[in-house]
């Protein structure tokens, strides 16, 4: 190994090639700092991906901190321009037939005159002059804008008030994480078409209790074909085949888990107490909360015997009843439907997944199975004051509700995510809320645990 050489010794001639480490320490008449466009000084961080983020941060390990290494760089630039003559930079305005631009370091060597009308990219937007924020609050503009939007603006602004103004104001597309197979956004579909070809079928109890063990069967199967189809037809106007990417075997495969899983869920719905009619599917409602004005569409309505109402959810995932209470409830979206009128009495996830099938509700004798609790006993563990009935239930919803609306319509962006509210959010890199260094040591063990 002594024998093997690493950089050969070059005779001493008037221009020599250096990498920026090995300069520090010579002195030259001048100096060329080539390549210096954005991501190369000062590098982008790389976090070690086998260390928690808060350990290489507390190790001082520079490669994981974007400061110091910005720290790093401007020392760098600052020694080279004290110790050498003449020092220029330049950078390559094109890599690999995209638009490059300098270092935002650049400006130390020589001020950049702006770029001419014919250099600045297409796609670049006109330039905006910026604006501070005063307590988390963004300007609004005219006070007559009015907003809109899903449920999830309401449940976005009260996990996170800069998840909602990144979200809904400001719009960025998301970036689909390619996954094997179906996503689970994809299959979440094929259920949800699944029961709505069902319940068009069906339309009560009083069809499906008549039912017998094949008839259910042939019903199911034959809906979740339906779904799966309705998801190919939905692709195919995106000029995407979904049939070609995950392969024939995998939609068989998928009908078949589907099918005996709403087999399963059919069985809930049969042993429900009382007669109900399915009244509505997936129809569209708008609610206004102060100057929002929201676009809802519930899964599903049931019209019991007595005529009260209740909106159902279907969810292929966990839930929680906690997600409806408190002051920030992580999951507006069946308080709001809610209070989309007088007659609904009751709200329900119908969880429809692998590890178990059942109705996770708030409402009082709606036959929706599990014991019958009085409302109050139901939210007593999530509420700081008691909720004597349903009425009262809808009032403190409406105050709450309303009050996100109107934060969201204020402007109230500021960082301020509920304890697993960043879980599953892709806007860490906006927000760098986990880079923060006054969190206490278990929101960052949250974090890291949700990154994972
Ligand atoms: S990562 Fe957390 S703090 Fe950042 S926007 Fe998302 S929820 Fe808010």
Redesign the pocket.
């Known amino acids: 190994m002594d024998d093997r050489v690493f950089q050969p010794k070059t005779d001493e001639t008037a221009v020599q090639v250096f990498g920026p480490q090995e300069v520090v320490g010579l002195q030259f008449d001048a100096l060329w700092i080539c390549g210096l466009q954005s991501g190369r000084l000062p590098q982008r961080p790389q976090l070690l991906p086998f260390l928690p983020r808060r350990l290489q941060r507390e190790l001082g390990l520079l490669d994981s901190d974007s400061v110091a290494l910005e720290a790093s760089a401007i020392a760098l630039l600052d020694s080279l321009r004290a110790t050498h003559g003449d020092v220029s930079a330049s950078y390559a305005s094109v890599q690999e037939g995209l638009e490059v631009l300098p270092s935002p370091l650049a400006h130390a060597i020589a001020p950049i005159s702006p770029l001419s009308e014919e250099q600045v990219p297409s796609h670049w937007p006109g330039s905006l002059s910026l604006e501070s924020l005063e307590e988390g609050n963004v300007p609004v503009g005219g006070a007559n804008v009015q907003w809109g939007g899903g449920a999830s603006v309401v449940s976005?602004q009260s996990?996170?008030?800069?998840?909602a103004w990144?979200s809904h104001r400001l719009g960025p597309a998301n970036v689909a994480t390619p996954v094997f197979g179906l996503t689970p956004a994809e299959r979440g579909n094929i259920v949800h078409d699944a029961l709505r070809f069902i319940w068009e079928t069906l339309k009560d109890s009083t069809s499906l209790r008549g039912l017998n063990e094949g008839e259910i069967e042939v019903l199911v199967s034959g809906s979740t074909e339906r779904a799966v189809q309705a998801l190919e037809r939905r692709e195919q106007r995106r000029y995407r085949n979904i049939r070609k990417r995950v392969g024939s075997a995998c939609l068989d495969l998928e009908i078949e888990r589907v099918t005996t899983l709403l087999e399963s869920w059919l069985a809930v719905e049969v042993h429900r107490d009382g007669d109900f009619h399915v009244v509505e599917q997936e129809d569209s409602h708008e609610l206004t909360l102060g100057a929002l004005t929201l676009n809802l569409r519930p899964d599903r309505i049931d019209r019991l015997d007595d005529g009260r109402e209740i909106v159902i959810d279907y969810k292929t995932g966990s839930v929680k009843r906690s997600s409806w209470l408190g002051e920030r409830p992580s999951d507006a979206q069946l308080p709001l439907y809610a209070l989309l009128n007088d007659s609904v009495e009751g709200v329900a996830f119908g969880r429809v997944h692998q590890e178990g099938v059942e109705y996770v509700f708030l409402g009082e004798a709606l036959g929706l199975g599990g014991k019958e609790l009085a409302l109050e006993d139901q939210v007593k563990r999530y509420e700081s004051e008691p909720v004597a009935s349903w009425e009262a239930l809808r009032a403190t919803w409406r105050h709450r509700l309303e009050g996100l609306a109107n934060d969201f319509v204020r402007g109230h962006a500021a960082?301020?995510?509920?304890p697993n509210?960043?879980?599953y959010?892709?806007?860490?890199s906006?927000?760098?809320?986990?880079q923060n260094a006054e969190l206490p040591e278990e929101t960052l063990l949250n974090?890291e645990e949700g990154a994972l």
């Open positions: 976005n996990n996170c008030p800069f998840r990144i960082i301020d995510p509920q509210a960043c879980r959010c892709a806007l860490g906006v927000c760098r809320y986990s974090l």
